[in-house]
C-alpha cells in the first residue's frame, strides 16, 4: 500500500469539481515535517486561490468540506493562511498494520506494470585485481536489482566484464617475457597478477591519460624509464592489436588466462553476496562488431573520417570512433553490440548503466547512436556515481598510493567488525551485563555480515551522485546512521522475543489486535505504513540511499517507542500483545530494507 497516493485520492475527489485539472494540486499533498501539523499536508489553497479568484482560507474551507474522509482522515484543520493539515486515524491504521501483519511483503504491492529492465554493473577488467573503483557499481548495481525485483520487475543482472581491453596486451607481454613458471604453477592467478601489474609499472611513465589508476601520479621518472616504457607500451600494444585479430598464439594464451581470471573473482562476490544472471563480457560481442559498423555505415550513421570510421553526432563534440585506422574496434563499438544483442534477447523496457560518472560523455554518444539506429522506445539510463575519497579527499589509495583491492578492502572490514563486537562485548562484561556466549561460527558470521554491512551501508546511503570519503570509524559506528546500528536495532528486537519466550510466529499467522493510543506507537505505526512510498522513490530514482533514509526514519521512531513504551511490562496484557506485533513488523521491514540493499542480519549479537 502506497500511503501517500492512499491519502491522495479524497483529496483528487474533493478537487473535481472545483478544479478542472485536479492532478496539479493533488501531487501538493506532502508528508509533514512535524507531526504538530498532522501526517501529510496540503498546501493548494494559496495558489488555487488565485486561479478561482477566491481568498486561501475560503478555498480551504471547500476543499475540507468536500473531502470524502471515509474511516481514514480526521477532520483536517485548517492553519495559517490556509494549509489543510491531514490526519489519518488511528484505527485505520491500526487495522492496516495488522493485515500487514500478514502479509510476507510487508504491504508493499507488486508494480502495476511490471517492466524488463537490464542491469549492467560491476564490470570489473578481469585481467588485474578488482579495485575499490568498481565496488560502488557492484554494490549500487545489486541494490538495485533487488529492488526492482522485489517491486514486481523482471531484472537481467549483466556483469559486462572487461575481458578484452588493453590490459590483456600487457598481460600477454608479460606472460611471454617475465612469467615464471613455478608461480604458473603453483598460483596462476597470483602470478598473472604479478605479471600485469609489472607490465603496468613499466609502462607507467607512458601510461595513457585516462587511466584512472595511475593519472594524479607524480610524473617524476628518468630518460631511460620513459625510454623502456615506451618500448614496452608499444609491444604490448601489438599484443593487443594479434589478440584483437585474433592471432593464434595470444588467443590460446587468452583462453589460457580467463578462466585464471574469473576465479579470482568468484570470492569476492560469493563474500559480498553477489550474483549474476549473464555475465556476458566484451570478449562475448567480439564476432559482431564487424556487422555493427556496417550496419550503421548502411544507415549512414557512421561514414569514414581520415581512415577510420567515426560517428558525428555533434558539430561541437569530437567524433566516437568506432573502428580505427588499423582497423581494432573500440569501446563504443562493442557498447553498441551489447545493447543490439540485449534488446534482440531480452526485449528490456530500460536498459541501466551503473558505471562511474566519468563515462558520462561515453554514454551519451552510445544512446544518441543507439537511438538513431532505431532503439528508441528503449529507455537508456547511465545511472552514475562519484568516487570514493580517502581522508585526504582525493581517490582512496593505499598509504603507498597504490591501489586499493578489493579482496583485501573486505577482509579489513571483517576484521575490523571483530575488533569493534569485541570492544563491545568486553564493555558488557565490565558493566556486568550478561554477555551469551557465542556458538561456533555465529562469530564468523557476524564479522562477515557487520563488515560487510558496514562498507555496503555507508556507499549505498550516499546520493550516489556525490563523491563520498571512506572512513571506517564512520561506517562501523553503532550509532546513526550505519549498516551496524540497523543490524543491532534488529538483534535488540529479536531479543525481545527471546526473553518473551514468545513466538513470532503468532503475530504474522494470527496477528492480535493493534492499539495505538501512545504518540510513540503512532508515530512509529505511522513509519511502518509508509515502506512502499520510500521503495517507489528508490526504484524511480534508482538511488538506494532512499531505502536507507526510510531505515533512518523508521529507527529514530522505533527507538522513540523503545524508550518510551515498555513492551514487556506493558500495562495490560492487550497492550503488550499489540506492541509485540509492532515489535515485530519493525524488525521484519528493518530486515527486509537490509535484504534490499544486500545486507544480511543476524540474529544475535
Ligand atoms: N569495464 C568497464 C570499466 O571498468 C566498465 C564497463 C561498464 N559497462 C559498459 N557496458 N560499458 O571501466
Redesign the pocket.
Known amino acids: 500500500m502506497h500511503l501517500l497516493e492512499h491519502v491522495q485520492e479524497p483529496i483528487r475527489l474533493a478537487l473535481a469539481g472545483l478544479v478542472a485539472d485536479p492532478e496539479t494540486y493533488v501531487a501538493m499533498v506532502k508528508p509533514t515535517q512535524d507531526a504538530k501539523h498532522g501526517d501529510y499536508q496540503l498546501n493548494a489553497a494559496m495558489s488555487l486561490a488565485k486561479t478561482l479568484g477566491k481568498k486561501p482560507r475560503e478555498v480551504a474551507q471547500e476543499i475540507v468540506e468536500r473531502l470524502p474522509l471515509g474511516d481514514l482522515l480526521e477532520t483536517p484543520e485548517i492553519a495559517g493562511p490556509g494549509f489543510i493539515n491531514l490526519r489519518l486515524r488511528s484505527d485505520w491504521m491500526a487495522a492496516r498494520l495488522r493485515e500487514i501483519a500478514r502479509d510476507p511483503r510487508l504491504g508493499v504491492a507488486p508494480a502495476a506494470k511490471a517492466k524488463t529492465y537490464v542491469i549492467?554493473?560491476s564490470?570489473?577488467?578481469v585481467a588485474k585485481p578488482m579495485h575499490v573503483?568498481?565496488l560502488r557499481?557492484t554494490i549500487i548495481g545489486d541494490s538495485l536489482i533487488r529492488l526492482l525485483r522485489f517491486l514486481g520487475h523482471t531484472v537481467v543482472g549483466d556483469n559486462?566484464?572487461?575481458d578484452w581491453?588493453t590490459q590483456f596486451g600487457m598481460m600477454l607481454f608479460g606472460y611471454k617475457n617475465y612469467a615464471q613458471q613455478k608461480g604458473m604453477d603453483k598460483d596462476p592467478v597470483r602470478e598473472l597478477a604479478r605479471l600485469y601489474v609489472l607490465v603496468r609499472e613499466i609502462t607507467k611513465p607512458v601510461a595513457a591519460e585516462e587511466d584512472?589508476e595511475t593519472s594524479d601520479k607524480p610524473t617524476k621518472f628518468t630518460d631511460e624509464a620513459i625510454q623502456v616504457a615506451k618500448i614496452v607500451a608499444d609491444a604490448a600494444r601489438k599484443e593487443t592489436s594479434k589478440l584483437h585479430t585474433f592471432d593464434e598464439e595470444n588467443l590460446r594464451l587468452w583462453n589460457l588466462f580467463i578462466p585464471n581470471c574469473l576465479e579470482d573473482l568468484k570470492p569476492i562476490y560469493k563474500r559480498l553476496d553477489i550474483q549474476f544472471d549473464e555475465s556476458l563480457g566484451?570478449s562475448f560481442y567480439q564476432p559482431m562488431l564487424p556487422s555493427v559498423v556496417a550496419d550503421l555505415q548502411a544507415k549512414g550513421i557512421a561514414r569514414e573520417s581520415q581512415g577510420a570510421i567515426a560517428i558525428f553526432l555533434d558539430e561541437k563534440e569530437p567524433p566516437s570512433l568506432i573502428q580505427k585506422r588499423d582497423g581494432a574496434f573500440t569501446?563504443t563499438t562493442?557498447?553498441l553490440a551489447?545493447i543490439r544483442h540485449r534488446i534482440e534477447t531480452w526485449k528490456p523496457d530500460a536498459i541501466l548503466?551503473?558505471?562511474?560518472s566519468r563515462?558520462a560523455l561515453?554514454?551519451r554518444n552510445?544512446f544518441e547512436t543507439a537511438r538513431r539506429w532505431g532503439y528508441d522506445n528503449v529507455a537508456f539510463e547511465h545511472v552514475s556515481f562519484g568516487s570514493v575519497l580517502g581522508d585526504d579527499g582525493r581517490p582512496l589509495k593505499t598509504r603507498e598510493g597504490g591501489v586499493i583491492e578489493l579482496g583485501s578492502l573486505i577482509q579489513e572490514a571483517v576484521e575490523r567488525a571483530g575488533t569493534v563486537y569485541e570492544e563491545a562485548r568486553q564493555e558488557a562484561l565490565a558493566a556486568g551485563e550478561e554477555v551469551t556466549p557465542l556458538e561456533v561460527g555465529e562469530l564468523e558470521a557476524i564479522k562477515e555480515a557487520v563488515g560487510i554491512g558496514a562498507v555496503k551501508y555507508a556507499d549505498l546511503c550516499q546520493n550516489r551522485t556525490s563523491d563520498y570519503r571512506f572512513s571506517w570509524q564512520k561506517m562501523l559506528a553503532m550509532t546513526g546512521n550505519t549498516g551496524a546500528y540497523m543490524q543491532y536495532a534488529y538483534v535488540r528486537n529479536r531479543g525481545i522475543f527471546r526473553k518473551a519466550g514468545a513466538l513470532v510466529a503468532k503475530y504474522r499467522d494470527d496477528p492480535p489486535a493493534v492499539i495505538l493510543a501512545e504518540p510513540h506507537e503512532r508515530a512509529l505505526a505511522f513509519q511502518l505504513l509508509r515502506l512502499e512510498e520510500y521503495l517507489r522513490v528508490a526504484a524511480a530514482e534508482y538511488q538506494p540511499n532512499f531505502v536507507t533514509s526510510y531505515l533512518w526514519d523508521l529507527s529514530k521512531a522505533y527507538s522513540g517507542f523503545f524508550q518510551n513504551c515498555p513492551v514487556l511490562r506493558a500495562s495490560s496484557p492487550e497492550i503488550r500483545e499489540s506492541r509485540l506485533l509492532l515489535c515485530d513488523l519493525t524488525a521484519r521491514t528493518i530486515q527486509k530494507c537490509l535484504e534490499l540493499l544486500g545486507i544480511r542480519t543476524v540474529e544475535r549479537m
Open positions: 549492467d554493473f564490470g570489473p577488467n573503483g568498481h557499481s559486462h566484464l572487461g581491453g584512472d566484451e569501446y562493442t557498447d551489447t548503466y551503473v558505471v562511474d563515462q561515453h554514454f552510445v
